[in-house]
């Protein structure tokens, strides 16, 4: 059974503090997504991300933001400094060969 | 460009009805998908319709897809308690780049 870790489940953090955001996507697979949802709307693209490099970013995603994956394993969204728009639950997912994202189930990051 | 646009946006029916929801998107896709979400919880992966196809079939799901006028619809046939969910279509085009609409909330009611 594939599997997607998001850690931490919820994240609670003061304006303008970084913040990292972890997950371990499914293993053996080269493309992987950050998406993120502000609470009872839509899911909005981050950034995508394969065999290592960034293949896609929105908007959304400015200097403020980076991905990394530091080990092969771990996939990691940082945000330099956050802000309180930043408040959102964040969504990592594994593209399969499928074609179909397999997602964790998020973290929350609360900026107050 | 914004792609998958869902309607409605919230969907009310009692239990044993059929429930509709449609999506529109803007450009070309590869494929077009359905995700559901309970609440607080990961999208999870229903079915996939790819570009060259115009209806899909899955349990209870029912899908169709019409590129001619960029839109699809997911059917629920036979809806349980169990349903009630958010409903999300996601339109992927030829770079994989994957994008959600804003989702429909669907209530099952006893």
């Known amino acids: 059974e594939p599997e997607v870790t998001q850690t931490p489940s919820h994240q609670v953090t003061q304006m303008g503090q970084e913040v990292i955001l972890r997950c371990v996507p499914i293993?053996?697979?080269?493309?992987f997504y950050w998406y993120r949802q502000i609470l009872g709307q839509k899911v909005e693209f981050l950034v995508s991300?394969?065999?290592?490099?960034?293949?896609?970013k929105s908007e959304i995603f400015d200097d403020q933001f980076s991905v990394e994956r530091p080990d092969g394993s771990n996939f990691t969204l940082k945000i330099r400094s956050t802000k309180l728009e930043d408040s959102a639950m964040y969504f990592c997912?594994?593209?399969?060969?499928?074609?179909?994202?397999?997602f964790g189930e998020g973290s929350r990051l609360t900026v107050l | 460009s914004q792609q998958g646009e869902e309607d409605p946006q919230a969907l009310s029916i009692q239990e044993g009805e059929n429930a509709t929801m449609n999506c529109s998107y803007k450009?070309?896709?590869?494929?077009l998908q359905w995700y559901r979400q309970n609440s607080g919880r990961g999208l999870v992966h229903l079915i996939l319709i790819r570009s060259n196809e115009r209806e899909k079939h899955s349990g209870r799901l029912r899908v169709t897809l019409d590129t001619s006028k960029k839109s699809s619809s997911l059917l629920i046939t036979a809806s349980r308690a169990a349903d009630t969910a958010s409903y999300f279509c996601a339109a992927v085009n030829r770079d994989d780049k994957i994008i959600f609409g804003k989702g429909t909330r669907l209530h099952i009611l006893p």
């Open positions: 293993s053996n697979h080269l493309y």
């Open positions: 997912a594994t593209l399969l060969a499928t074609g179909e994202l397999f």
């Open positions: 991300f394969y065999n290592n490099e960034i293949s896609e």
């Open positions: 450009t070309s896709i590869n494929n």
